[in-house]
């Protein structure tokens, strides 16, 4: 799975001829159109760099958020064994990392005081539903849930693909115009 991390945009000038020119011509070379390019470095962990661009999905309010997720708390009993989140590089495992409450809201409470502890996320309780954002990578950060007793204690995981929403700006490739 990728991490990537991008940049400010920046603009640059570029110049380039209008049509083939021919240098054994003594004639005098075409005029330049310019054109700009909107681009960002962006890396990927492990150090790759690319050229892409911070593009808002949203131009005519741009917004600057993190990636985003949800769950709701269903079952408070966690005696069949422990239930755990994972939140990009982050675990939150019952009875380790919160300690369940007297019922699904107290639980839901405690597991977004957990979450908000680490760098990099915030969460928010409202009544048994949990909402998180992730400040970090723009990118792909896991989002899932595992449940090792026979309870199912978390569930309507949204988005329910295995990842959190993707925050914005969102990663696009190199903006051209005239």
Request: aromatic letters at 8%; glycine letters at 10%.
């Amino acid at each position: 799975m990728r991490r990537c991390r991008g940049g400010d945009n920046f603009t640059v000038l570029v110049g380039h001829k209008n049509g083939p020119s021919d240098p054994s011509s003594n004639a005098a070379p075409p005029s330049l159109i310019r054109n700009t390019i909107t681009f960002a470095p962006l890396t990927t962990e492990g150090g790759d760099f690319q050229n892409g661009a911070m593009v808002d999905n949203s131009p005519l309010t741009p917004v600057v958020s993190g990636s985003t997720g949800s769950f709701v708390v269903a079952d408070n009993d966690f005696s069949t064994g422990p239930a755990t989140i994972v939140i990009g590089p982050y675990r939150f495992t019952s009875f380790v990392d919160f300690i369940p409450g007297a019922g699904v809201n107290a639980t839901a409470t405690a597991i977004a005081t957990a979450i908000s502890n680490v760098p990099e996320l915030t969460a928010t309780a409202n009544v048994a539903t949990v909402s998180v954002v992730w400040d970090g990578s723009c990118d792909e950060v896991d989002f899932q849930v595992y449940h090792y007793g026979t309870k199912t204690n978390f569930s309507n995981l949204t988005p329910a693909n295995g990842f959190l929403a993707n925050g914005y700006p969102r990663i696009g490739a190199p903006v051209l115009s005239l």
